[in-house]
């Protein structure tokens, strides 16, 4: 995406991205419904919450210079923390994302973001969601394509053996028709997320709006409420999905409230 949007300049990111957001998030689903299949919400090649996607990304662009901070701030839910957390430093603190990247081998963008979800979304949400899931049930799953030989071979494979005309996995790709139908190799992902939005809306709604009162978080003294709440209104509206950002601090409420108990 940043191969387009990055040659438009600020000045046509901004346009591109007030474009963008002239329809409602709600509006855009229907769109995109009716263009794939006919019929309102039915999303497009296999893209749900069309309407979200872009208006995450009309964001983005506009608070991006470089295909670096475009990547950080996909990878953020709240782009500017300090709307967020009061006495916000400006100092960026530990992050993997803030680690050095490697001397040699990261010249290419994508080997940068590649690089980057190794060492932060890999551990930190894909294989500890798998991992509490298949625990909860005692169930031992494994991921045999994180075998540190598999690992070493792949790292080793230039760029154009990993992505070829817009094609990801290429070279995996190429192993799997040999032995499996192709059919059952190119279809769209499809993702495990729960309905989240819908929850909050509904029977979570009165724990959420318990651990959101502005009372609580004012007092508290770690999060401003306005923005808080501002979202938490659009997205009882039904128009936004603003679950994401919603639930980071809902969970950080929560734990703040049970270490709360713990020490009275």
Known sequence: MWNV??????TGRNMAAHALKMLPPS??????????????????GGVIRVGEK???????????????EFYQSLVSEWRW?????????????????NLALPGAGMDDFAARMMYRDALSYLPGDILCKVDRA??????????????????EVAWRLPMHMKIRNGVGKWALRQVLYKYVPQALIERPKAGF??????WLRGPLRDWAESLLQPVHLEQQGYLHSQPVQKLWREHLSGRFDH???????????????HNEGKKQ
């Open 5 to 10: 949007f990055g040659k438009m300049g600020s």
């Open 193 to 198: 997320a729960i309905p989240l939005a819908a």
């Open 81 to 97: 923390p300090e709307t967020l957390v009061k006495a916000h430093s400006n100092s960026t603190g530990f992050s993997t994302l």
């Open 134 to 151: 298949a625990m909860a049930i005692s169930l031992e799953t494994r991921a045999p394509f994180l075998d540190h030989r598999v690992a």
């Open 243 to 257: 679950s994401a950002k919603l639930w980071s601090v809902l969970m950080f409420q929560d734990w703040l409230g």
């Open 27 to 44: 509006a855009w689903d229907t769109l995109a419904g009716v263009l794939k299949h006919g019929r309102p919400g039915a999303g497009v």
């Open 54 to 68: 872009l208006h995450k990304l009309a964001n983005r662009i506009q608070c991006t210079a470089s295909a670096d």
